[in-house]
C-alpha cells in the first residue's frame, strides 16, 4: 500500500474507535515545560546531542532542541527529556 493510503486508513481507524490520532499514526509528542525542560515522546532515534544542540528523528521529520547547557535528563526508546536553557525547538 502505498503510505498516503496507509496513512488515511490509520487516520480513519483512529476516529471510528475514539483514539488519539498520534497514538494510531505514530506521531512524536513534544512538550516544552517552560524554558528548562523539553520531552520528545515516540522519537525513531538519536541524532545528534552537544551541550548546545540535540536532534531526535520522528515520523514527522526531524526535531532539533536549541539552547545552551543542554543535557539528556533521560533516554528510553520512547521518551527522550532533555534539560538545560532552552531557546529553540524546531521541527524540520
Not at 35 to 40: H, R
Not at 52 to 65: D, L, N, T
Amino acid at each position: 500500500m502505498r503510505p498516503a493510503v496507509t496513512h488515511n486508513l490509520k487516520r480513519k481507524f483512529a476516529h471510528a474507535l475514539d483514539l488519539p490520532p498520534n497514538v494510531v499514526l505514530d506521531h512524536a509528542v513534544i512538550q516544552i515545560l517552560g524554558d528548562g525542560e523539553v520531552k520528545i515522546i515516540n522519537h525513531k532515534g538519536l541524532v545528534q546531542y552537544t551541550t548546545s544542540a540535540v536532534k531526535a528523528k520522528s515520523v514527522q521529520g526531524m526535531i532539533e532542541v536549541g539552547g545552551l547547557d543542554l543535557e539528556i535528563a533521560s533516554f528510553s526508546a520512547q521518551e527522550i527529556k532533555i534539560r538545560g536553557q532552552i531557546r529553540q525547538v524546531i521541527l524540520k
